[in-house]
């Protein structure tokens, strides 16, 4: 079993839904939780960091977590098409190195 | 405001060739990473480099090799290609416990 586990998708939306993505993990240690956007033929790029329990949020992102069920979630309101990419989560704990998530593809349709 | 920068961009090696990645990044950044994204993979860590004059293996780091050049370059060797690392590469870097910056990759084929 994978320590990070993420539904590949895609994920197909229509222009102003709201995308809902989500990770689960297995260790407990985990601590801080992100998630990156990446576009095609790019890098990843960081779009939310938090390490507590709880909502963040920034625009139109949500960041989820709930270290109980040792589950994030990331929710995108108004969902536009230059949204389609694919989002990672990624998870560490304290000192250690981050591990990725396999990635869901996400597509919005105008 | 360049961030993190790696050359080349694509390249097609043939089996046996031998190549050198290289990264520089400007932020001023003590960690740097080499990973590897292949599909259904996700990206996975070569190797790392927590500060200047250190570097330590991740989770596949067979067949590669690295050199922290000074705090702004970490370079990723192939000394023998082989299919299997036909992948993008991205280098990463970072402050102490702090999210990663990412380049826009290196494209490997190897034939």
């Known amino acids: 079993q994978k320590e990070v586990e993420q539904d590949p998708g895609p994920l197909s939306v229509p222009e102003g839904a709201i995308v809902s993505l989500n990770c689960t993990y297995s260790n407990s240690a985990f601590q801080y939780f992100m998630w990156y956007r990446q576009y095609s033929r790019k890098g990843p790029e960081l779009l939310m960091y938090?390490?507590?329990?709880g909502n963040k949020e920034d625009g139109r992102f949500t960041a989820q977590v709930d270290k109980s069920s040792k589950y994030i979630s990331l929710f995108i309101r108004d969902s536009q098409p230059s949204d389609s990419a694919t989002y990672l989560c990624?998870?560490?704990?304290?000192?250690?190195?981050?591990?990725f998530g396999g990635g869901t593809r996400v597509l919005v349709k105008p | 405001n360049a961030g993190v920068t790696q050359t080349p961009k694509f390249q097609v090696l043939k089996t046996g060739q031998s190549m050198t990645l290289q990264c520089a990044q400007d932020?001023?950044?003590?960690?740097m990473y080499w990973y590897r994204q292949d599909p259904g993979m996700g990206l996975r860590l070569i190797y790392y480099s927590a500060s200047e004059g250190t570097t330590d293996k991740g989770e596949v780091p067979n067949g590669y090799n690295v050199s922290r050049l000074n705090k702004r370059e970490f370079s990723l060797r192939l000394e023998s290609a082989a299919p299997s690392q036909t992948s993008v590469y991205f280098c990463?870097?970072?402050?102490?416990?702090?999210?990663?910056?990412f380049g826009n990759g290196t494209r490997l084929t190897v034939t």
């Open positions: 990463a870097s970072s402050p102490p416990n702090s999210p990663l910056h």
């Open positions: 990624a998870i560490k704990a304290a000192g250690n190195k981050l591990t």
């Open positions: 932020m001023n950044h003590n960690s």
């Open positions: 938090t390490y507590s329990s």
